[in-house]
Each structure stands twice: as C-alpha cells, then as structure tokens.
Nanobody, 125 residues
Framework: VQLQASGGGLVQAGGSLRLSCAAS????????MGWFRQTPGKEREFVAA????????YYANSVKGRFAISKDNAKNTVHLQMNSLKPEDTAVYYC???????????????????WGQGTQVTVSS
C-alpha cells in the first residue's frame, strides 16, 4: 500500500490550502484515513480522520471549524480542506490509513499501518 500526499505549500495567515492523499495498492472499504502533522522536536499530532464506511469525521479541537476532511471512495482518496490558516498550523502534514483501526485508536499515530511521505504547509503571519 502506498499513500501519496500532495497539496502543501506557502500561504498567508487567513488563507486556504487543500491537501490530498491518494491510496494505491489496495482499496480501502473499512477502517480510517487520517491526517497528522509534525513540527521539529515534537511528536506527530492528530489533525483529522474520516471513516471509510459511513464517513464519520473526527477533528482535533485546534482545527475544528476551520478544517474539513472528505473522502472519494471511487478514487481511494481523502482530502483535507484547510481554511483560516494560522501560523501555528505550520508543519509537515502526513496522511495515514489503516483498514482495521478501531475508533479508540483514531487519534493515535502509532496505531496506523500506512503512511504517506508528508507535505510541508507553511503559514506566514
């Protein structure tokens, strides 16, 4: 399984970016796909996740109301629409997936089996 993340870049505070994560090698029909972010010297932090079956969405409090996760089952792809970006959103963003994840593990990076390569998001003030 390979996850290919794209869409990062440099944006001014208040701007928007859309990240995408395309999965190849298997079709996900169960489990979750999520986004995490990491800054130097810190642990990988949960951002958002979506359940493949049913589409339930989960967000970190820090991004709730600003970010929206969505999925395209036909394309095996998940998107993260990021609006009202803040300088503190600056990080490398990683997508992750796991077909057997349970709800209690959605927020925990170490419980995901598959990871994308990361895409840099920089928000200038």
């Amino acid at each position: 399984v390979q996850l290919q993340a794209s869409g990062g870049g440099l944006v001014q505070a208040g701007g928007s970016l859309r990240l995408s994560c395309a999965a190849s090698g298997r079709t996900f029909s169960s489990g979750y796909m999520g986004w995490f972010r990491q800054t130097p010297g810190k642990e990988r932090e949960f951002v958002a996740a979506v359940r493949w079956r049913g589409g339930n969405e989960y967000y970190a409090n820090s991004v709730k109301g600003r970010f929206a996760i969505s999925k395209d089952n036909a394309k095996n792809t998940v998107h993260l629409q990021m609006n009202s970006l803040k300088p503190e959103d600056t990080a490398v963003y990683y997508c992750a997936a796991d077909a057997h994840l349970i709800l209690s593990s959605v927020y925990t990076a170490k419980d995901y089996d598959y990871w994308g390569q990361g895409t840099q998001v920089t928000v200038s003030s």
